[in-house]
């Protein structure tokens, strides 16, 4: 069983001092951060979506990430990723509402309204990503997050 102390783990390298790497310990699901898998979402966003945070979880001891950096981006991510997810929900329903009245005649004025609100809806879900990217990036030593882009750019190959 893995006891994990969260008074001490400021300056801890979990991967290091904890658990050995070959292990294939979750330091995410250790700490009780869930991750939720959110890749139905992409489509609803302004631009595409820069999604480091499961990147960050598959490859977090190559990383070396600790505990208390963890905890930041989860602190983040619990608070804002339920907004972003009922931002994309309701781009979701918006964007069927759209069709069915552009396919049924439905009022240039009820159109353009609900192309102004989607856009609106998708920019907001874009600025959450992008604080997101800077709050992993804010977290992360330099070097951890280079090591980071290259796990993404592979990833995206």
């Given at each position: 069983?893995?006891?994990?102390?969260?008074?001490?783990?400021s300056q801890i390298n979990f991967w290091e001092n904890s658990v050995e790497k070959e292990d294939n310990v979750?330091?995410?699901?250790?700490v009780g951060f869930q991750i939720e898998n959110d890749s139905?979402?992409?489509k609803y966003f302004?631009?595409?979506?820069?999604?480091?945070?499961p990147i960050l979880k598959a490859h977090a001891s190559e990383i070396g990430i600790t505990l208390e950096q963890i905890e930041e981006i989860r602190s983040f991510y619990e608070e804002f990723h339920p907004e972003m997810v009922k931002k994309a929900k309701e781009v979701?329903?918006?964007?069927?509402?759209l069709t069915k009245l552009v396919l049924d005649k439905g009022?240039?004025?009820?159109i353009k309204e609900l192309v102004i609100n989607i856009a609106k809806l998708k920019a907001e879900l874009t600025v959450y990503n992008i604080k997101l990217v800077k709050v992993i990036?804010?977290?992360l030593t330099e070097e951890q997050f280079k090591k980071l882009l290259t796990y993404y750019e592979k990833s995206i190959i």
């Open positions: 069983m893995l006891s994990i102390s969260f008074n001490s783990f979750d330091l995410f699901e250790a139905w979402m992409d302004l631009v595409p979506r820069i999604n480091l945070l979701e329903k918006l964007q069927k509402e009022s240039p004025k009820k990036k804010n977290t």
